[in-house]
């Protein structure tokens, strides 16, 4: 029999492999960033094994196809030579034999049946698959008029969206100015010092009102063509660009950097022509005709990065299980013409069905693999990078004195914010010795930020405080919302008593990114998620405030239903802005915002509020007590008749003596508002008063104005508007330096209604710090102690958030960005946290094999090496990375170092990571004390579920006895015995020998592993 052989270079077979490349991101291997960096180490492996898997795969499963045709080609062949004979004919003479036995002779070509699988992979895979994400479309039918099918479980009602099943990933990185660095080592004419290059954004704009591109343009980056370049000095280049919209085409982007190219290689100067055109000596192409110059690295990362990381799916791997499920029964087999169809027929429908799902399987979990890696690293609890405190002067030692007097710094700051100069004309001067113990002693509201000082002064500082986190105030994350909201759960899990959020509006001009049509979709996975996420942290009494305008206020409501539960909606208030829109459109101009107002539990109950001297109007009555208003005791309006609430109607006494009985007009029997017993203590305590109005006697209720306050509304048309929020701003910072505040009497409401004095308040979309804003002022004014914790991403984190906080402190009345009241400072503390982003993790990731694991990999087979390349070689060869946790790097973990973003997009810092911090958080840790000598830092707390505890960090040496005696004597001079039973729990870096005879003592590196990874689904508890 001939073999039957598949060809595999057909359109379909080419244009699936086109596809996969670009599932795998294969198509990206020149970027040198992110997830698209660690792929490029692997691309000619995985590209090498797609190839060989789909052709193989695709010939074994239809050969058995194959087999099956070549018999039933004998056979026919056999009917038709017997037919003929029967006929009496030669059947070497008879046509049909003679065409049999050539099919016979030539082979089955299954080329038509291969390319019809490849055509099914290829539109599988193209379904979900766009721009760099698997959309969540759970497909229904081909041709039938409802194409996506919902996904439900029962559930009453549901709100569904298109990639609800996926998180929200989108690049912080979007337009920002990007600064790379070059030292040339041996480029002749050019001199051997480190050249800095910055891509500067001259123009950009984004879709403004919502308006998506139409397909007849599309915005791109292209260099500015006025001023393509400008040297700021010898050693500097800035190089411009313009984002804005151009005719659409393909590779627009490509092709604009293939201009920017030429035009620099034509016109730099010759130094910088040599240095940016020199080939990248970190790029591994192809073969030797593929290189890349470190212009083409840059510019080509430059331009690419705000294009990806949109979105990650929750079970991609499950998802699309599930739908070639459903795609091979709806679209491959046709059960009813099944029943009709011969033998063979039926094979060739199961060879494809093989076929394709042999293919597709091992395809889908490459998919998975890179689906769930990612998902990993954006689920792990990221590292502190950065802890500083501010304080008020009055909390600091007066010892530490000496050093903040000699912090230049710190006076620059304090000139900066608070114009001190104005205090002592002289202080700036250099001849002066104004800066001095007794002017700190005599502004003890001037804040100090740890920034400007070292790790020990710091830690000198920190060991000065009894009950640290109890001390502080605030805390402040500088970190993507999701991000922070995950390391807090351990820490305030159910501690929050009030949640405040004012996330983006989704008005097209507010900043959220979105991809393409996905407005509303892509608003709600993000918006999903920490919502979610902070609902854990509401106290089992918390209340969650959410501001929002008509854009998604009815979307919103629906999702907080599902998060929440419906039963937990406590209302909705209104609040007229002051600033109306769309002026000038024939539409209805939007006055107001909304806040929805949901509780952790049913039953919320709301914090009265004071009488305003309109509401005190009505009090007009007085006596010995004080101010009062009367209310007849009658019930009026509806449910006043005796059947209502027969046992309170009954007969009071009136002062003359007469038996007075509730009726209503026409004489109809009515009732009290209130049973017997509560009327017998109202009239022993006097609040019963009798009036008669012509023969009758009338009973009415004293309600006294002092200490009386009123049931929140929910129309909010008394708190001042966005207006005087940006009033706020101007006179505090001399400028518009925020342009959506909301105002600070806002947030002082909401505070009121829904906190006492001690509670805690969350804002994980701060903003310009309103929140913490307003937490101050009630602080200062009621003597409570209200704690706030805000998280921002954006750079106004430390150009308006952080300056306000230490400004309002100082201060409570400020213009033109000058305090106007020196005297009205507050004691106050805060701290504040910068996490390591998604992008720091992606870009301290580094791929390695082991010499055994290479040798492994050498003596497996084909199937075995495309299993591990499948299924294993991300987490395997990634394990070790400094952001995976480097737990080898904990010997010496005051110096654990990542690879940090700055500001600039594409320049990192090598940066010490806050491991200590980093472990607080992981484990819940309320701190109490830190105390740090040569070599060591304790830090003793309780955790949130309980458990006094002690860690102790060390560094180590190369003297494993050595370091077990060193901790021993440290401990000793602690008085602390690990075998007593002070502490609960006791934590400690490195092996040791100590003695453990309650099981207490536990290796931080393990509990530091496996607390970072832990991940917790977001799902709706209602």
Not at 386 to 408: F, G, K, N, W
Request: with cysteine; net charge negative.
């Amino acid at each position: 029999m001939t073999e039957a052989l598949v060809t595999p270079a057909s359109p379909s077979f080419e244009k699936l492999k086109l596809k996969l490349r670009e599932l795998f991101e294969l198509d990206k291997a020149d970027l040198d960033f992110g997830i698209y960096r660690i792929l490029r180490q692997r691309h000619a492996e995985i590209t090498e094994f797609l190839d060989k898997h789909l052709e193989t795969t695709v010939r074994e499963a239809l050969q058995s196809h194959g087999a099956t045709q070549h018999s039933q080609v004998e056979d026919e062949l056999r009917q038709a030579e017997a037919a003929a004979k029967a006929a009496g004919f030669n059947p070497d003479d008879s046509p049909k034999v003679k065409e049999l036995r050539e099919k016979l002779r030539t082979g089955t070509s299954l080329d038509a049946v291969a390319d019809e699988v490849y055509s099914h992979l290829l539109t599988f895979f193209s379904r979900y698959y766009q721009e760099g994400d698997f959309l969540g479309l759970h497909r229904s039918t081909v041709h039938g008029r409802e194409r996506y099918m919902i996904p439900y479980n029962g559930e009453e009602v549901k709100l569904v969206w298109a990639n609800m099943d996926q998180y929200y990933i989108k690049s912080s990185e979007l337009l920002r100015d990007y600064t790379f660095r070059i030292t040339p080592q041996g480029l002749p004419g050019v001199a051997d010092t480190e050249s800095v290059i910055h891509f500067k954004l001259v123009e950009g704009d984004t879709e403004k009102d919502n308006r998506k591109p139409d397909g007849k343009t599309q915005r791109a980056f292209a260099l500015d063509a006025d001023k393509p370049f400008e040297e700021i000095d010898t050693d500097t280049l800035n190089i411009r660009f313009r984002y804005r919209e151009h005719a659409a085409e393909r590779d627009l982007q490509k092709k604009l950097n293939t201009d920017t190219e030429k035009t620099l290689a034509d016109d730099l100067p010759p130094r910088w022509r040599s240095l940016l055109l020199a080939d990248d000596p970190t790029y591994k192409g192809k073969d030797a005709r593929d290189t890349r110059t470190i212009l083409q690295k840059h510019l080509r990362g430059y331009t690419a990065r705000h294009q990806f990381d949109y979105f990650i799916h929750k079970d991609l791997g499950g998802f699309l299980r599930r739908e070639l499920d459903f795609y091979v029964k709806n679209e491959v087999m046709h059960l009813d013409d099944i029943e009709e169809m011969a033998a063979p027929k039926a094979e060739e429908y199961l060879s494809k069905i093989r076929a394709l799902r042999r293919c597709a399987l091992p395809v889908i979990g490459m998919l998975e693999q890179l689906e769930n890696f990612q998902k990993r690293l954006w689920l792990k609890k990221k590292f502190v990078v950065e802890t500083r405190y501010c304080l008020t002067l009055d909390r600091v030692p007066e010892s530490l004195y000496p050093e903040i007097c000699a912090s230049d710094a710190q006076w620059q700051e304090w000139e900066q914010l608070y114009t001190i100069s104005a205090i002592e004309p002289d202080l700036f001067n250099p001849q002066s010795a104004i800066r001095n113990p007794q002017f700190l002693k005599a502004n003890p509201h001037l804040m100090i930020d740890t920034r400007h000082f070292s790790r020990e002064f710091t830690l000198k500082l920190l060991s000065s405080i009894e009950n640290l986190d109890e001390s502080l105030d605030g805390v402040c994350f500088h970190s993507e919302n999701f991000q922070a909201l995950q390391l807090m759960q351990e820490r305030y899990r159910e501690q929050v008593k009030c949640v405040y959020i004012d996330p983006p509006y989704n008005t097209g001009n507010d900043g959220f990114l979105y991809k393409d049509s996905y407005r509303h979709s892509s608003w709600l996975t993000t918006i999903q998620d920490r919502i979610s996420a902070g609902q854990r942290l509401l106290a089992i009494n918390g209340l969650s405030f959410t501001n929002i305008d008509d854009n998604e206020q009815s979307a919103l409501k629906l999702l907080q239903d599902q998060t929440f539960g419906n039963v937990n909606f406590a209302g909705q208030i209104i609040r007229p802005t002051g600033t109306p829109t769309a002026q000038g459109t024939d539409g209805l101009s939007n006055e107001f915002d909304y806040i929805t107002v949901y509780s952790a539990f049913p039953s919320a109950v709301f914090n009265g509020l004071d009488f305003t001297t309109e509401d005190a109007e009505i009090y007009n009555l007085s006596d010995e007590r004080g101010t009062y208003l009367i209310r007849t005791l009658r019930k009026t309006g509806g449910e006043d008749r005796r059947e209502d609430r027969p046992s309170m109607f009954f007969e009071v006494e009136a002062p003359d003596g007469t038996k007075v009985l509730p009726y209503g007009p026409g004489n109809y029997e009515s009732r009290w508002r209130l049973g017997p017993e509560r009327y017998r203590e109202l009239e022993a305590e006097g609040l019963i008063e009798w009036r008669k109005n012509d023969s009758d006697w009338r009973p009415y209720i004293k309600f006294y104005l002092e200490g009386r306050l009123k049931r929140p509304s929910n129309l909010w048309d008394d708190v001042e508007g966005n207006k005087k929020a940006q009033r706020e701003i101007k006179n505090l910072f001399q400028s518009k330096a925020f342009s959506t505040p909301k105002p600070t009497a806002l947030l002082d409401r909401v505070a009121r209604i829904a906190t006492q004095k001690g509670d805690l308040i969350l804002d994980y979309f701060a903003g310009s710090g309103t929140t913490g804003h307003a937490v101050i002022n009630l602080n200062r004014e009621g003597g409570g102690h209200r704690k706030y914790i805000l998280i921002e991403v954006g750079e106004y984190f430390d150009n308006v958030l952080v300056p306000r906080l230490k400004k309002v402190a100082y201060s409570t009345d400020w213009r033109d960005g000058k305090p106007q009241s020196r005297t009205t400072g507050i004691s106050h503390a805060f701290k504040i946290l910068r996490l390591e982003s998604y992008e720091d993790t992606l870009n301290n990731l580094r791929l390695a094999r082991t010499p055994e694991q290479e040798a492994a990999l050498r003596k497996a087979t084909d199937d075995q090496c495309g299993q591990y390349l499948l299924g294993y070689f991300l987490d395997v060869e990634s394990a070790g990375s400094a952001s995976l946790l480097d737990v080898t790097n904990f010997r010496d973990p005051f110096n654990y170092r990542l690879h940090i973003a700055t500001a600039s997009a594409g320049e990192t810092k090598e940066t010490a990571i806050d491991l200590v911090e980093t472990f607080n958080w992981l484990i819940g840790l309320k701190v109490k004390h830190v105390d740090a000598q040569k070599g060591f830092v304790t830090v003793t707390g309780e955790k949130r579920a309980g458990g006094r505890t002690l860690i102790v960090w060390r560094t180590l040496g190369d003297d494993a006895s050595a370091d077990n005696e060193a901790l021993e004597k440290y401990l000793a001079k602690l008085e602390i015995n690990p075998a007593d039973t002070e502490y609960d729990f006791i934590y400690v870096n490195g092996s040791h020998t100590l003695s453990d005879p309650h099981n207490k003592i536990h290796l931080i590196e393990e509990e530091f592993q496996r607390r970072m990874f832990e991940s917790e689904s977001f799902e709706s508890l209602g």
